[in-house]
Protein backbone atom coordinates (compact mmCIF):
# COMPACT_ATOMS: atom_id res chain seq x y z
CA UNK A 1 0.00 0.00 0.00
CA UNK A 2 3.08 2.49 0.94
CA UNK A 3 4.28 1.95 -2.39
CA UNK A 4 0.85 2.23 -4.43
CA UNK A 5 0.45 5.94 -2.08
CA UNK A 6 4.55 6.49 -3.46
CA UNK A 7 3.69 5.85 -6.99
CA UNK A 8 0.34 7.91 -7.07
CA UNK A 9 2.03 10.75 -5.67
CA UNK A 10 5.22 10.96 -7.95
CA UNK A 11 2.42 10.31 -10.88
CA UNK A 12 0.25 13.24 -9.68
CA UNK A 13 3.55 15.02 -9.39
CA UNK A 14 4.53 14.38 -12.98
CA UNK A 15 0.69 15.20 -14.46
CA UNK A 16 0.70 18.70 -12.50
CA UNK A 17 3.86 19.76 -13.42
CA UNK A 18 3.05 18.94 -17.39
CA UNK A 19 0.02 20.91 -16.84
CA UNK A 20 1.85 23.99 -15.66
CA UNK A 21 4.50 23.77 -18.86
CA UNK A 22 2.65 24.62 -21.82
CA UNK A 23 5.35 22.67 -24.01
CA UNK A 24 5.97 18.72 -23.63
CA UNK A 25 8.44 17.77 -21.30
CA UNK A 26 9.92 15.09 -22.91
CA UNK A 27 11.33 17.06 -25.77
CA UNK A 28 15.02 18.72 -24.72
CA UNK A 29 14.81 22.75 -24.50
CA UNK A 30 17.75 24.95 -24.75
CA UNK A 31 20.67 24.41 -22.08
CA UNK A 32 19.64 27.34 -20.04
CA UNK A 33 23.04 27.20 -18.12
CA UNK A 34 26.36 28.00 -19.75
CA UNK A 35 28.72 25.27 -18.64
CA UNK A 36 31.87 27.20 -19.20
CA UNK A 37 30.93 30.08 -17.40
CA UNK A 38 32.43 31.21 -14.68
CA UNK A 39 31.73 34.01 -11.92
CA UNK A 40 34.36 36.52 -11.05
CA UNK A 41 32.03 38.28 -8.56
CA UNK A 42 30.59 40.94 -10.77
CA UNK A 43 27.61 38.24 -11.62
CA UNK A 44 28.94 38.85 -15.58
CA UNK A 45 31.92 37.57 -15.98
CA UNK A 46 34.20 41.12 -15.85
CA UNK A 47 31.42 43.47 -18.32
CA UNK A 48 29.43 45.70 -16.42
CA UNK A 49 26.25 46.77 -18.11
CA UNK A 50 25.62 49.92 -17.06
CA UNK A 51 29.38 50.85 -17.97
CA UNK A 52 28.46 49.26 -21.66
CA UNK A 53 25.34 50.98 -21.73
CA UNK A 54 26.95 54.17 -21.74
CA UNK A 55 28.90 53.49 -24.83
CA UNK A 56 26.63 52.33 -27.78
CA UNK A 57 28.73 52.32 -31.06
CA UNK A 58 26.12 54.63 -33.86
CA UNK A 59 26.99 54.55 -36.92
CA UNK A 60 28.71 57.31 -38.94
CA UNK A 61 26.35 60.19 -39.58
CA UNK A 62 27.10 62.58 -42.94
CA UNK A 63 29.84 60.83 -43.88
CA UNK A 64 30.61 59.55 -47.57
CA UNK A 65 27.95 57.06 -48.53
CA UNK A 66 28.99 53.84 -50.58
CA UNK A 67 26.86 51.41 -52.47
CA UNK A 68 24.51 49.34 -50.16
CA UNK A 69 23.32 46.57 -51.78
CA UNK A 70 26.64 44.89 -53.17
CA UNK A 71 25.34 42.93 -55.57
CA UNK A 72 22.99 42.02 -58.85
CA UNK A 73 21.94 39.14 -59.93
CA UNK A 74 18.21 38.47 -58.77
CA UNK A 75 17.99 41.65 -57.67
CA UNK A 76 15.63 44.87 -58.59
CA UNK A 77 15.80 47.83 -56.95
CA UNK A 78 12.66 51.26 -56.91
CA UNK A 79 13.33 54.28 -55.61
CA UNK A 80 10.35 54.97 -53.59
CA UNK A 81 11.15 58.94 -52.83
CA UNK A 82 14.94 60.24 -52.49
CA UNK A 83 16.68 58.42 -49.28
CA UNK A 84 14.32 55.34 -49.33
CA UNK A 85 14.91 52.79 -51.71
CA UNK A 86 13.03 49.45 -51.94
CA UNK A 87 15.42 45.89 -53.13
CA UNK A 88 13.52 42.88 -53.96
CA UNK A 89 15.37 39.75 -54.73
CA UNK A 90 13.57 36.97 -56.38
CA UNK A 91 15.36 33.75 -57.15
CA UNK A 92 17.34 30.71 -55.92
CA UNK A 93 19.93 32.01 -52.66
CA UNK A 94 23.44 30.23 -52.96
CA UNK A 95 23.31 31.03 -48.83
CA UNK A 96 20.41 29.11 -48.72
CA UNK A 97 21.00 25.81 -50.19
CA UNK A 98 20.07 27.08 -53.96
CA UNK A 99 16.24 27.05 -52.71
CA UNK A 100 14.08 29.65 -54.03
CA UNK A 101 13.66 32.68 -51.98
CA UNK A 102 11.64 35.69 -52.15
CA UNK A 103 13.05 38.50 -50.04
CA UNK A 104 12.24 42.25 -50.06
CA UNK A 105 14.77 45.31 -48.52
CA UNK A 106 13.58 48.45 -47.67
CA UNK A 107 16.44 50.64 -47.47
CA UNK A 108 16.40 54.30 -45.58
CA UNK A 109 19.06 56.65 -45.47
CA UNK A 110 19.35 58.08 -41.66
CA UNK A 111 21.34 60.82 -43.34
CA UNK A 112 17.87 62.39 -45.06
CA UNK A 113 16.59 64.94 -42.71
CA UNK A 114 13.06 64.01 -44.85
CA UNK A 115 12.21 61.25 -42.74
CA UNK A 116 12.07 59.87 -38.88
CA UNK A 117 11.82 56.96 -37.80
CA UNK A 118 9.11 55.75 -35.02
CA UNK A 119 8.90 53.35 -32.73
CA UNK A 120 5.10 51.86 -32.57
CA UNK A 121 3.63 50.35 -29.11
CA UNK A 122 0.35 49.02 -29.71
CA UNK A 123 -1.40 45.91 -31.13
CA UNK A 124 -2.57 46.60 -34.85
CA UNK A 125 -1.76 45.24 -38.36
CA UNK A 126 1.47 47.00 -39.60
CA UNK A 127 -0.90 48.32 -42.08
CA UNK A 128 -3.13 49.07 -40.21
CA UNK A 129 -0.08 51.20 -37.80
CA UNK A 130 1.13 52.71 -41.01
CA UNK A 131 -1.83 54.12 -42.24
CA UNK A 132 -3.28 55.61 -38.90
CA UNK A 133 0.22 57.04 -38.46
CA UNK A 134 0.47 58.24 -41.98
CA UNK A 135 3.53 56.78 -42.51
CA UNK A 136 5.45 56.03 -45.75
CA UNK A 137 6.46 52.79 -44.81
CA UNK A 138 6.52 50.27 -42.17
CA UNK A 139 7.29 46.66 -40.71
CA UNK A 140 6.36 44.64 -38.14
CA UNK A 141 8.43 44.68 -34.80
CA UNK A 142 9.80 42.35 -32.09
CA UNK A 143 8.24 39.05 -30.30
CA UNK A 144 5.54 38.95 -28.27
CA UNK A 145 6.01 41.09 -24.84
CA UNK A 146 6.71 39.04 -22.23
CA UNK A 147 9.31 37.52 -23.71
CA UNK A 148 10.96 40.81 -24.88
CA UNK A 149 12.35 44.68 -23.60
CA UNK A 150 10.67 47.00 -25.03
CA UNK A 151 10.96 51.15 -24.33
CA UNK A 152 8.93 53.84 -26.75
CA UNK A 153 9.30 57.19 -26.35
CA UNK A 154 10.90 56.91 -22.92
CA UNK A 155 8.26 54.28 -21.54
CA UNK A 156 9.09 51.12 -20.62
CA UNK A 157 6.15 48.76 -22.09
CA UNK A 158 7.31 45.55 -21.24
CA UNK A 159 11.18 44.63 -19.45
CA UNK A 160 10.56 40.52 -19.54
CA UNK A 161 8.14 38.60 -17.69
CA UNK A 162 9.45 35.30 -18.21
CA UNK A 163 11.43 33.23 -15.87
CA UNK A 164 15.07 33.03 -16.64
CA UNK A 165 14.78 29.19 -17.06
CA UNK A 166 11.90 29.63 -19.86
CA UNK A 167 12.40 28.28 -23.09
CA UNK A 168 11.27 31.68 -24.72
CA UNK A 169 13.94 33.93 -22.59
CA UNK A 170 16.47 33.76 -25.23
CA UNK A 171 14.56 36.30 -27.36
CA UNK A 172 15.94 39.41 -26.46
CA UNK A 173 19.45 39.18 -27.09
CA UNK A 174 19.74 42.06 -29.65
CA UNK A 175 17.91 44.83 -29.73
CA UNK A 176 17.35 47.95 -32.34
CA UNK A 177 17.45 51.36 -29.89
CA UNK A 178 17.46 55.26 -29.93
CA UNK A 179 15.15 57.31 -32.51
CA UNK A 180 14.16 59.97 -35.11
CA UNK A 181 17.02 59.23 -37.68
CA UNK A 182 19.73 58.69 -34.39
CA UNK A 183 19.78 54.74 -34.93
CA UNK A 184 21.78 51.76 -32.99
CA UNK A 185 22.08 48.17 -32.75
CA UNK A 186 23.39 46.31 -29.57
CA UNK A 187 24.18 43.04 -28.84
CA UNK A 188 22.20 42.18 -25.38
CA UNK A 189 24.30 39.23 -24.54
CA UNK A 190 27.48 40.74 -23.90
CA UNK A 191 30.38 38.31 -22.52
CA UNK A 192 28.30 35.59 -24.00
CA UNK A 193 28.21 36.44 -27.31
CA UNK A 194 28.80 32.94 -28.00
CA UNK A 195 26.59 31.65 -25.56
CA UNK A 196 23.52 34.10 -26.52
CA UNK A 197 20.81 31.34 -26.12
CA UNK A 198 21.37 31.41 -22.29
CA UNK A 199 19.92 32.43 -19.30
CA UNK A 200 23.06 34.23 -18.14
CA UNK A 201 22.91 36.25 -21.96
CA UNK A 202 19.00 36.70 -20.96
CA UNK A 203 20.04 38.42 -17.89
CA UNK A 204 23.29 40.05 -18.82
CA UNK A 205 20.67 42.00 -21.56
CA UNK A 206 17.65 43.18 -19.35
CA UNK A 207 20.28 44.69 -16.95
CA UNK A 208 21.80 46.23 -20.06
CA UNK A 209 18.71 47.68 -21.45
CA UNK A 210 18.04 48.90 -18.00
CA UNK A 211 20.49 51.54 -18.22
CA UNK A 212 20.45 52.58 -21.36
CA UNK A 213 19.50 56.29 -21.93
CA UNK A 214 17.66 55.54 -25.25
CA UNK A 215 14.45 56.66 -25.35
CA UNK A 216 13.49 53.47 -27.69
CA UNK A 217 14.11 50.31 -26.91
CA UNK A 218 13.24 47.24 -29.44
CA UNK A 219 14.90 44.01 -28.24
CA UNK A 220 14.72 40.42 -30.33
CA UNK A 221 16.96 37.85 -31.49
CA UNK A 222 19.49 36.66 -32.31
CA UNK A 223 21.50 39.22 -33.04
CA UNK A 224 22.85 38.25 -36.60
CA UNK A 225 25.87 40.37 -37.46
CA UNK A 226 27.55 42.34 -34.69
CA UNK A 227 30.48 44.62 -35.41
CA UNK A 228 30.84 42.28 -39.13
CA UNK A 229 30.68 39.59 -36.90
CA UNK A 230 28.47 37.09 -38.51
CA UNK A 231 27.34 35.81 -34.59
CA UNK A 232 24.00 34.50 -36.27
CA UNK A 233 26.12 31.73 -38.01
CA UNK A 234 26.83 30.19 -34.98
CA UNK A 235 23.77 30.77 -32.96
CA UNK A 236 22.86 27.10 -33.44
CA UNK A 237 25.70 25.29 -32.74
CA UNK A 238 27.03 22.43 -35.73
CA UNK A 239 25.56 18.91 -35.48
CA UNK A 240 23.08 20.27 -33.19
CA UNK A 241 19.67 18.24 -34.69
CA UNK A 242 17.22 21.24 -34.33
CA UNK A 243 14.00 19.07 -35.26
CA UNK A 244 14.82 17.39 -31.68
CA UNK A 245 14.18 20.56 -30.03
CA UNK A 246 10.39 22.32 -29.84
CA UNK A 247 9.59 25.11 -32.12
CA UNK A 248 9.61 27.97 -29.26
CA UNK A 249 13.32 26.70 -28.23
CA UNK A 250 15.82 29.09 -29.53
CA UNK A 251 17.59 26.13 -31.59
CA UNK A 252 14.47 24.61 -32.74
CA UNK A 253 13.25 28.15 -33.52
CA UNK A 254 16.36 29.26 -35.32
CA UNK A 255 17.70 26.59 -36.81
CA UNK A 256 14.33 25.91 -38.90
CA UNK A 257 13.29 27.81 -42.13
CA UNK A 258 10.83 30.58 -41.45
CA UNK A 259 9.52 33.96 -42.90
CA UNK A 260 11.52 36.41 -41.53
CA UNK A 261 11.74 39.81 -40.26
CA UNK A 262 15.43 41.62 -39.84
CA UNK A 263 16.78 45.25 -39.00
CA UNK A 264 20.26 45.64 -40.46
CA UNK A 265 21.81 49.12 -39.88
CA UNK A 266 25.53 50.00 -42.41
CA UNK A 267 28.46 52.00 -41.05
CA UNK A 268 27.56 54.63 -43.26
CA UNK A 269 24.09 55.00 -41.66
CA UNK A 270 21.61 53.52 -43.71
CA UNK A 271 18.66 51.14 -42.32
CA UNK A 272 17.81 48.36 -44.02
CA UNK A 273 14.21 46.84 -43.17
CA UNK A 274 14.11 43.27 -44.41
CA UNK A 275 11.29 40.59 -44.87
CA UNK A 276 11.95 36.96 -46.31
CA UNK A 277 9.13 35.50 -47.52
CA UNK A 278 8.57 31.22 -46.64
CA UNK A 279 6.43 28.48 -46.13
CA UNK A 280 5.50 28.72 -50.20
CA UNK A 281 6.97 26.37 -53.12
CA UNK A 282 8.44 29.57 -54.26
CA UNK A 283 9.76 30.82 -50.99
CA UNK A 284 11.20 28.35 -48.91
CA UNK A 285 12.00 30.69 -45.69
CA UNK A 286 15.55 31.22 -43.78
CA UNK A 287 17.58 29.71 -40.77
CA UNK A 288 18.82 32.78 -38.87
CA UNK A 289 22.35 31.24 -40.24
CA UNK A 290 20.97 31.17 -43.78
CA UNK A 291 20.04 35.03 -43.54
CA UNK A 292 23.21 36.20 -41.50
CA UNK A 293 24.82 34.72 -44.63
CA UNK A 294 22.47 36.39 -47.11
CA UNK A 295 22.79 39.84 -45.40
CA UNK A 296 26.73 39.64 -45.34
CA UNK A 297 26.63 38.64 -48.87
CA UNK A 298 24.88 40.92 -50.66
CA UNK A 299 24.79 43.99 -47.68
CA UNK A 300 28.21 43.25 -45.45
CA UNK A 301 25.99 45.72 -42.94
CA UNK A 302 27.85 46.13 -39.51
CA UNK A 303 25.48 45.19 -37.21
CA UNK A 304 22.03 43.20 -37.63
CA UNK A 305 18.86 41.69 -35.77
CA UNK A 306 16.93 39.08 -36.72
CA UNK A 307 13.20 40.55 -35.19
CA UNK A 308 9.76 38.69 -34.94
CA UNK A 309 8.90 36.70 -38.50
CA UNK A 310 6.59 33.48 -39.10
CA UNK A 311 3.17 34.98 -39.34
CA UNK A 312 3.85 38.42 -38.03
CA UNK A 313 6.47 39.66 -41.05
CA UNK A 314 5.23 42.31 -42.85
CA UNK A 315 6.29 45.05 -44.76
CA UNK A 316 4.34 48.05 -46.08
CA UNK A 317 5.08 50.53 -49.04
CA UNK A 318 2.10 53.33 -49.15
CA UNK A 319 1.21 53.22 -53.08
CA UNK A 320 3.23 50.28 -53.65
CA UNK A 321 2.32 46.98 -52.55
CA UNK A 322 -1.50 45.13 -53.03
CA UNK A 323 -4.14 47.39 -52.82
CA UNK A 324 -6.00 43.92 -51.41
CA UNK A 325 -3.29 43.36 -48.76
CA UNK A 326 -3.16 47.31 -48.04
CA UNK A 327 -0.07 48.02 -49.61
CA UNK A 328 1.80 45.19 -48.14
CA UNK A 329 4.33 43.86 -50.22
CA UNK A 330 5.35 40.93 -48.95
CA UNK A 331 3.31 37.71 -48.62
CA UNK A 332 1.09 36.47 -45.54
CA UNK A 333 1.52 33.03 -44.50
CA UNK A 334 -0.84 33.74 -41.20
CA UNK A 335 -4.69 32.58 -41.48
CA UNK A 336 -8.04 32.79 -39.96
CA UNK A 337 -10.16 30.39 -38.44
CA UNK A 338 -11.92 29.69 -42.34
CA UNK A 339 -8.20 29.33 -43.69
CA UNK A 340 -8.35 32.30 -45.43
CA UNK A 341 -4.63 34.52 -45.55
CA UNK A 342 -4.11 37.50 -43.63
CA UNK A 343 -1.95 40.00 -41.89
CA UNK A 344 -1.49 39.22 -38.28
CA UNK A 345 -1.97 41.97 -35.92
CA UNK A 346 1.18 42.66 -33.20
CA UNK A 347 2.28 45.03 -30.67
CA UNK A 348 5.35 46.94 -32.11
CA UNK A 349 6.16 48.30 -35.84
CA UNK A 350 8.95 49.94 -36.94
CA UNK A 351 6.97 53.15 -38.76
CA UNK A 352 8.74 55.47 -41.41
CA UNK A 353 7.36 58.92 -41.71
CA UNK A 354 8.23 62.07 -43.89
CA UNK A 355 9.43 64.45 -41.39
CA UNK A 356 7.54 67.75 -40.90
CA UNK A 357 9.81 70.48 -39.43
CA UNK A 358 7.76 72.61 -36.62
Known amino acids: MKLNRILMFVAAVIVFGTACNPYKIEIPHWPYEDPDWVDDGTGSSGWDPVAAASNVVYPDAG???????????????TTIEEGLVFHHFKGRSEDANNDNQDVYVLELDLDNPNYRLYFHYGSNTTSGAASNLNAIAAVNGTYELEAVYVRTQGVNRSEVKLASNHQRFWKHGGAIVGGDRRIA???????????????????????????????????????????????GER???????????????????QGNRHPRTAYALTADNDLLLVVVDGRTSTAKGMTAKELTRFLKRHFNPRWAVNMDGGGSSAMYIKGHGSKDKNDI?????DTDDNGKLVERSVSTHLIIQKYAAN
Open 329 to 333: VNNFT
Open 63 to 77: GEKTQTLLTTSGWSS
Open 185 to 231: MVNGSGPYKESAHTSQAGEYAIELYKNLKEPNIFAAAPMLIDDYDPV
Open 235 to 253: FVPEGVNVNSYEKEDAFGH
